[in-house]
């Protein structure tokens, strides 16, 4: 079943898994937003058929930058990107995979959209800024080096607001929760919360350190004013529905 909101976004409710059930079905990419075709524009398609086997893991795109992206989750990010009703903030920059999809997306839309992304490992903030700016020449990012709950919390008492936020720096319970709870006061009303690594087997072991599953889901499922809207590649998205 897909239900298609007033506002033209399409939510898949029946991809929701159960914690036994993570990894095991396939939760290919879907388009969230309304437009025709199957994907936005060529830089977008791109995604669908790009070269995999980064580091010989067969799921992960390899498009020169480290990183540990799926097909479905780079195709997630650049549509919400793209669509984004308001400025982004992405939690886990890493070498700057994930950023310099949104980068790119956010100038293909031709529109003002603030990014922020937030991290703690300088030294991999370095080869991001390079890689993004190779990648996507000059879409305008925000690098921030600091722990990901502070920024929020900073982030919230500057008044700051945001159309879409991206959760994947610490895939632990806690850093995830922390994160959900304080995204729920940052993001607009219709804003979306995509959460990477949620889709992981790695979440039913007691014994690893992965909570995204829990994290995620202890913020967002008991919320009236959040919904479920879909699972895609390991990302789950849920937005904020007032
Ligand atoms: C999975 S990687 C991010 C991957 C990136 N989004 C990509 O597409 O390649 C997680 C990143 O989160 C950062 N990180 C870990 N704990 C953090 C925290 N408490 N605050 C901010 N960043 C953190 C790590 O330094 C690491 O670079």
């Given at each position: 079943m897909?239900?298609?909101?007033?506002?033209?976004?399409?939510?898949?409710?029946?991809?929701?898994?159960?914690?036994?059930?993570?990894?095991?079905?396939?939760?290919?990419?879907?388009?969230?937003?309304q437009f025709a075709g199957s994907h936005i524009n060529d830089n977008h398609k791109y995604y669908s058929n790009c070269p995999t086997?980064?580091?010989?893991?067969?799921?992960?795109?390899?498009?020169?930058?480290?990183?540990?992206?799926?097909?479905?989750?780079?195709?997630?990010?650049?549509?919400?990107?793209?669509?984004?009703?308001?400025?982004?903030?992405?939690?886990?920059?890493?070498?700057?995979?994930?950023?310099?999809?949104?980068?790119?997306?956010?100038?293909?839309?031709?529109?003002?959209?603030?990014?922020?992304?937030?991290?703690?490992?300088?030294?991999a903030n370095e080869k991001a800024q390079k890689n993004v700016l190779s990648?996507?020449?000059?879409?305008?990012v925000k690098f921030n080096i600091l722990d990901a709950t502070e920024y929020l919390d900073k982030a919230i008492a500057a008044g700051k607001s945001y159309g879409f936020i991206f959760v994947d720096h610490w895939h632990g319970y806690e850093a995830t929760y922390e994160a959900a709870m304080r995204?729920?006061?940052?993001?607009?009303?219709?804003?979306?919360?995509?959460?990477?690594?949620?889709?992981?087997?790695?979440?039913?072991?007691?014994?690893?350190?992965?909570?995204?599953y829990k994290g995620a889901n202890d913020a967002m499922l008991c919320d009236p004013n959040f919904e479920f809207y879909g699972l895609f590649g390991c990302t789950a998205l849920f937005r904020k529905s007032i």
């Open positions: 897909t239900v298609a909101t007033m506002n033209e976004t399409i939510r898949y409710p029946d991809s929701f898994l159960g914690l036994s059930e993570l990894g095991k079905k396939p939760t290919p990419y879907k388009p969230t937003y086997g980064h580091k010989d893991i067969q799921v992960c795109i390899d498009i020169g930058i480290e990183g540990y992206l799926q097909q479905g989750d780079a195709q997630k990010l650049y549509e919400l990107a793209y669509f984004s009703s308001g400025d982004i903030l992405e939690l886990g920059t890493f070498c700057g995979l994930s950023t310099s999809i949104i980068a790119q997306a956010i100038y293909d839309s031709k529109r003002e959209i603030r990014f922020e992304t937030v991290d703690i490992d300088k030294d990648k996507t020449g000059r879409a305008p995204a729920k006061k940052l993001l607009k009303n219709g804003g979306f919360c995509l959460f990477h690594d949620y889709n992981d087997p790695a979440n039913t072991d007691p014994e690893h350190v992965y909570g995204v």
